[in-house]
């Protein structure tokens, strides 16, 4: 590492080292302008700037995943599908980059997911015996809890393309527009190799027997179900829903397996913690597990805003580290959101009850 810092002190790059990353930007030498930047990050890790060099890291990587993503969108993305009503389009394609160690779920919940890929890597082995692969998932819980995250582990481990369903342009103000728009992206499905994320999946697979909703909607979900049915593709589909209570009976049988979800446990929550504050150094005694027995009730996401929020904090206040107070003040504050959330819910009439299925 000595090309780029001084042994003896912890200044900044010298000049020779100065030249030579604006000379490989120059000559867009990408592989020696990534070598110069990874080593600076490894030197801010050890100089313990967790956050600056959390933040250059996530730079690089943006920067890589943009190219490939653009790359790979000029190449092999075949024109997006659109609603007939304003031309706005009913997907949206992604390339991810995720891996199991980003998602803190119990371990059972894991194995689960984990078979998916697996499953449909011996494709050809199940076919032998008149078997196919799991490809058809409905994943259900709390909000916060994993879910679109599963899918975007999903596709990053089977190494296909995201697409996430856009329904607020699915849904068509127009009469048989919403079920035509359905034809098209399962139409596009076909087209190639996804993982196809139908998140907020009850807007459109919610109980035809509901007496608030019109003849349209119910049309809607006996048109889905049937193309969920009679899909035989090879893309891995996932719906994903916070108000599995809400769907209509028939929706379930349609899927080759449910995973739910459920908000954290004690030692997912110190996991989460753990994760989320590897960005700042702790300040003094921290108590991690106290920590956990205060949050009971928080979701992934809530522990996550609750870090987040605890770090600014101390970060606005001239901090380089976040103190176990900072970090209790956050928590307090998010159970006031909590309880906002819940209570909107309630009102909405789309409170979540965590009794087993």
């Given at each position: ?6 042994s003896s ?18 000559e867009?030498?990408?592989s020696l ?6 080593e ?7 100089k ?11 730079v690089?990587n943006?920067a890589?995943?943009e ?6 969108h000029?190449?092999s993305i075949p024109?997006?599908?659109r609603?007939?009503?304003k ?12 891996t ?9 919940i894991?194995?689960i997911?984990?078979e ?14 008149g ?9 259900c ?5 994993g ?5 975007k ?9 995201l697409?996430v369903?856009?329904?607020?342009s ?15 992206i399962?139409d596009?499905?076909e ?5 196809v994320?139908?998140?907020?999946f ?6 035809r027997d509901?007496?608030?909703e ?9 048109n889905?179900?049937?193309?969920l049915?009679?899909?035989?593709g090879?893309?891995?589909?996932v719906a994903s829903t ?8 028939g929706?379930?049988r349609?899927?080759?397996d449910v995973?739910r979800?459920?908000?954290?446990n004690?030692n997912c929550?110190?996991?989460i913690f ?10 003094g005694l921290?108590?991690?597990?106290n920590?956990?027995k205060?949050?009971?009730g928080f ?6 805003q609750?870090v987040?929020?605890?770090v ?8 380089k ?5 900072n ?5 307090e504050r998010q159970?006031?959101i909590?309880?906002a959330?819940?209570?909107a819910?309630e ?5 979540y009850s965590?009794k087993p299925?």
């Open positions: 590492m000595s090309r780029i810092y001084h002190t912890d200044e900044a790059m010298n000049s020779s080292t100065i030249e030579l990353l604006f000379k490989a930007f120059r867009k030498d990408e302008f990534h070598e110069l930047a990874m600076i990050i490894e030197e801010e890790e050890r313990n700037h967790h956050l600056l060099a959390a933040k250059l890291k996530q690089l943006e890589s995943n190219k490939k993503e653009a790359s790979y000029r190449k024109p997006l599908p609603d007939n009503e031309g706005f389009p009913l997907l949206e394609v992604k390339k991810v980059h995720y199991w160690n980003d998602l803190v779920v119990p371990t059972e894991l194995d997911l984990k998916i890929p697996r499953e449909n890597e011996h494709a050809s082995l199940f076919a032998s015996y078997l196919k692969p799991k490809n058809k998932i409905l994943l819980g709390p909000s916060g809890t879910k679109t995250l599963s899918a582990i999903l596709s990053s481990e089977i190494g296909y393309p697409i369903v856009k329904f607020e699915v849904i068509s103000s127009f009469l048989g527009e919403t079920a035509t728009n359905l034809r098209k399962f596009y499905i087209k190639g190799r996804w993982v994320l139908f998140d907020e009850d807007i459109i697979g919610k109980k509901d007496p608030s019109h003849g349209e909607i119910k049309r809607v979900v006996n889905f179900m049937l193309m049915e009679n899909y035989e090879v893309s891995i589909l916070n108000h599995p209570q809400i769907l209509d009976s929706v379930w349609r899927f080759d995973i979800f459920d908000l954290p004690f929550r110190i996991q753990e994760k989320k504050l590897e960005i700042i150094r702790k300040d921290f108590d991690l597990q920590i956990a205060k949050t009971e979701s992934g996401a809530d522990i996550e609750t987040t929020r605890a600014k904090h101390a970060l606005l206040n001239g901090k580290t976040v103190s176990m107070d970090i209790l003040d956050s928590v159970k006031t909590i309880l959330r819940n209570g819910n009102t909405n009439g789309r409170s965590n299925l």
